[in-house]
């Protein structure tokens, strides 16, 4: 099938600094499909000039299969997009924000009343439909734009870091309407920080690092491709733990601050060594996408 | 992204007319005091005490020169603070243009539909000055119903020209600059309060390359019941400020807005 997006060789600079080199990116209709990468990778950058909001300095992009910047108007009156920091009118009080961006559509006010009311009992706001902007908390707030996405009944849903800052709780709640959409067919397009958000949701997705992409796959061939299944975090002094791990047959060691991870396909060794020394804490857990995240993209701090 | 030479007004601009709208609406009720109440002040406070003086000299009651001028200076003003702390305060902080900018809307209709907007307050607002200078006997003539959609031009006009200065500003530290070096001397001397006649001849030459003076002129005539002289010259300064406005604002704005 077609993808709904379709992205080839983008290259954006902000002046000297480039900022997404030759990257590629297709996604197919109907999939939840992640966009994981640190910090200034260039995810964001990446869905607005999908959007057609920022001039791109090489490559094309086609939505629905349609040229961007060119098919602007046509291509985001079918998309949904919950920007990264909200942007939620002040001015207005929850319900009137859904109205007054209906309009932005071309929605006539009595063809979105219904739906109003449906997305908001969607979103769990049915009775803060009167409510100020400024009186909602963050949560809400988050749920109000995701409500305010699907104003137009998106094909495409553009997020980007849709759960950031938000408690465990809208969390999942946030989830679960979002595998309701995908249910639905609609494409879902979305970048996290939060491996463990992209391992539940995403049934593809990519890692991206200094504006390229790294790596492509389903989160559970990402981690079987990448990294050993067992992990063993080990805490303590770093000289002392460097020590006891020093001949370690058949494990990966890698130390960030006072940790030392100790990627493994058999724990059994190493638990055996690791019970002779008691001074040292460890936890073992079965791999996931954060340790394929930290491979693939180092662990040095970004920004 | 085309640069059109025009302003491009598309239906889609009255999405964010009507926007502006409902906002004016919940807060017409306070605003009604001011409205009626500041050129009551005005016209009482300056029309019998500077009528004594420049009465005289006048083909009109100094109560109609007054009007006339208050109603032009206030088009200016009312659509040039929309335009400046109005538009910024939904551009920079409250990051409103991003969210029009994610649906279909596009730059030009948002600032289309802004100007339409300051324009619509500078009608609003001049009503309820011609309602008060009305009642106090300023008005002569039917004609002054004209003034209304002169009014609505000049506040095109005057948002179009503030837009240049919004589209540059990083904060509203800036619009003082605006407010002082261009707004308040328009309004001092394009004629508003006392006959330009008054002036140096080399200032006056240079009062008809602005723009203010060609919508006091279109106005007095119309209150007073006179025949109303170049009105293609004074439309037609009008129209290229605000264009030319336009122009510049909207090239800026997208560079902003769009990187
Ligand atoms: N307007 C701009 N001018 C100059 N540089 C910019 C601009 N916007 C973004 N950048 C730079 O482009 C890079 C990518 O930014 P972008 O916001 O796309 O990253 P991101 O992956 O979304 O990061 P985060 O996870 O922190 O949101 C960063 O280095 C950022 O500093
Ligand atoms: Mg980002």
Same mark, same amino acid.
Request: a neutral charge; aromatic letters at 8%.
């Given at each position: 099938?077609?993808p709904?997006?379709?992205?080839r060789?983008?290259?954006?600079?902000?002046?000297?600094?480039?900022?997404?080199?030759?990257?590629?990116?297709?996604?197919?209709?109907?999939?939840?499909?992640?966009?994981?990468?640190?910090?200034?990778?260039?995810?964001?950058?990446?869905?607005?000039?999908?959007l057609?909001?920022?001039?791109?300095?090489?490559?094309?992009?086609?939505?629905?299969?349609?040229?961007?910047?060119?098919?602007?108007?046509?291509?985001?009156?079918?998309?949904?997009?919950?920007?990264?920091?909200?942007?939620?009118?002040p001015?207005?009080?929850?319900?009137?924000?859904?109205?007054?961006?209906?309009?932005?559509?071309?929605?006539?006010?009595?063809?979105?009343?219904?739906?109003?009311?449906?997305?908001?009992?969607?979103?769990?706001?049915?009775?803060?439909?009167?409510?100020?902007?400024?009186?909602?908390s963050?949560?809400?707030?988050?749920?109000?734009?995701?409500?305010?996405?699907?104003?137009?009944?998106?094909?495409?849903?553009?997020?980007?870091?849709?759960?950031?800052?938000?408690?465990?709780?809208?969390?999942?709640?946030?989830?679960?309407?979002?595998?309701?959409?995908?249910?639905?067919?609609?494409?879902?397009?979305?970048?996290t920080?939060?491996?463990?958000?992209?391992?539940?949701?995403?049934?593809?997705?990519?890692?991206?690092?200094?504006?390229?992409?790294?790596?492509?796959?389903?989160?559970?061939?990402?981690?079987?491709?990448?990294?050993?299944?067992?992990?063993?975090?080990?805490?303590?002094?770093?000289?002392?733990?460097?020590?006891?791990?020093?001949?370690?047959?058949?494990?990966?060691?890698?130390?960030?601050?006072?940790?030392?991870?100790?990627?493994?396909?058999?724990?059994?060794?190493?638990?055996?060594?690791?019970?002779q020394?008691?001074?040292?804490?460890?936890?073992?857990?079965?791999?996931?996408?954060?340790?394929?995240?930290?491979?693939?993209?180092?662990?040095?701090?970004?920004? | 992204?085309?640069?059109?030479?025009?302003?491009?007004?598309?239906?889609?601009?009255?999405?964010i007319?009507?926007?502006?709208?409902?906002?004016?609406?919940?807060?017409?009720?306070?605003?009604i005091?001011?409205?009626?109440?500041?050129?009551?002040?005005?016209?009482?406070?300056? !029309?019998y005490?500077?009528?004594?003086?420049?009465?005289?000299?006048?083909?009109?009651?100094?109560?109609?020169?007054?009007?006339?001028?208050?109603?032009?200076?206030?088009?200016?003003?009312?659509?040039?603070?929309?335009?400046?702390?109005?538009?910024?305060t939904?551009?920079?902080?409250?990051?409103?243009?991003?969210?029009?900018?994610?649906?279909p809307?596009e730059?030009?209709?948002?600032?289309?539909?802004?100007?339409f907007?300051?324009?619509?307050?500078s009608?609003?607002?001049g009503?309820?000055?011609?309602v008060?200078?009305?009642?106090?006997?300023?008005?002569?003539s039917?004609?002054?119903?004209?003034?209304?959609?002169?009014?609505?031009?000049?506040?095109?006009?005057?948002?179009?020209?503030?837009?240049?200065?919004?589209?540059?500003?990083?904060?509203?530290?800036?619009?003082?600059?605006?407010?002082?070096l261009?707004?308040?001397?328009?309004?001092?001397?394009?004629?508003?309060?006392?006959?330009?006649?008054?002036?140096?001849?080399?200032?006056?030459?240079?009062?008809?390359?602005?723009?203010?003076?060609?919508?006091?002129?279109?106005?007095?005539?119309?209150?007073?019941?006179?025949?109303?002289?170049?009105?293609?010259?004074?439309?037609?300064?009008?129209?290229?400020? !605000?264009?030319?406005?336009?122009?510049?604002?909207?090239?800026q704005i997208?560079?902003?807005?769009?990187?």
């Amino acid at each position: 099938m077609k993808p709904v997006v379709d992205i080839r060789g983008l290259t954006k600079r902000f002046g000297e600094r480039i900022v997404l080199r030759d990257l590629d990116l297709q996604v197919p209709p109907g999939v939840c499909f992640g966009v994981l990468g640190p910090n200034g990778a260039g995810k964001t950058t990446a869905l607005r000039a999908m959007l057609g909001l920022t001039p791109v300095s090489d490559g094309t992009i086609h939505i629905f299969g349609q040229p961007m910047p060119a098919a602007g108007r046509t291509v985001r009156a079918r998309c949904g997009v919950v920007p990264q920091a909200d942007n939620l009118d002040p001015d207005f009080t929850v319900i009137e924000n859904l109205r007054v961006y209906a309009r932005y559509f071309g929605l006539s006010r009595i063809d979105v009343e219904s739906r109003i009311q449906a997305l908001l009992g969607f979103v769990e706001l049915t009775d803060r439909a009167d409510s100020p902007i400024a009186t909602l908390s963050g949560g809400m707030k988050r749920r109000l734009t995701i409500a305010r996405a699907l104003i137009n009944q998106p094909e495409l849903i553009i997020l980007d870091e849709p759960t950031t800052g938000l408690d465990p709780q809208v969390r999942r709640m946030i989830w679960a309407r979002l595998r309701a959409l995908r249910e639905e067919g609609r494409t879902l397009l979305l970048t996290t920080h939060y491996m463990d958000e992209a391992e539940r949701l995403c049934d593809q997705l990519v890692i991206v690092d200094h504006g390229r992409v790294l790596e492509h796959g389903s989160p559970r061939d990402l981690i079987h491709r990448h990294v050993e299944p067992e992990v063993l975090e080990v805490r303590g002094a770093a000289e002392r733990t460097a020590a006891v791990l020093v001949d370690i047959p058949g494990a990966r060691i890698e130390q960030i601050g006072d940790i030392h991870y100790c990627y493994t396909r058999d724990a059994r060794s190493l638990l055996a060594t690791l019970e002779q020394h008691r001074d040292l804490t460890f936890l073992h857990r079965p791999s996931n996408l954060e340790d394929v995240f930290l491979k693939l993209t180092g662990h040095e701090l970004r920004d | 992204m085309d640069t059109p030479s025009l302003p491009r007004l598309r239906h889609a601009a009255f999405a964010i007319w009507a926007r502006n709208m409902l906002v004016l609406r919940k807060l017409m009720g306070s605003s009604i005091v001011i409205n009626f109440g500041e050129p009551l002040l005005y016209l009482l406070g300056l !029309g019998y005490g500077l009528g004594l003086f420049i009465g005289g000299q006048l083909d009109m009651p100094y109560m109609t020169f007054l009007a006339s001028g208050i109603l032009a200076a206030s088009a200016m003003n009312t659509a040039s603070f929309e335009a400046l702390f109005g538009v910024f305060t939904r551009m920079v902080p409250q990051k409103s243009y991003d969210a029009m900018l994610a649906s279909p809307l596009e730059i030009q209709d948002i600032l289309a539909g802004e100007i339409f907007y300051c324009a619509t307050k500078s009608l609003i607002h001049g009503t309820g000055i011609l309602v008060v200078a009305t009642a106090l006997g300023a008005v002569s003539s039917w004609s002054a119903l004209w003034v209304l959609p002169i009014l609505f031009l000049v506040g095109l006009t005057f948002a179009a020209l503030a837009l240049i200065m919004t589209s540059m500003a990083s904060s509203y530290a800036s619009f003082s600059y605006y407010t002082t070096l261009v707004m308040m001397p328009l309004m001092l001397m394009s004629g508003v309060f006392y006959p330009i006649a008054a002036l140096p001849e080399l200032m006056q030459k240079i009062l008809y390359g602005l723009p203010l003076i060609h919508a006091v002129q279109l106005i007095r005539p119309l209150m007073a019941g006179l025949p109303v002289t170049d009105v293609a010259l004074h439309l037609a300064v009008l129209a290229a400020y !605000g264009v030319t406005g336009y122009w510049i604002a909207f090239r800026q704005i997208r560079k902003r807005l769009h990187v």
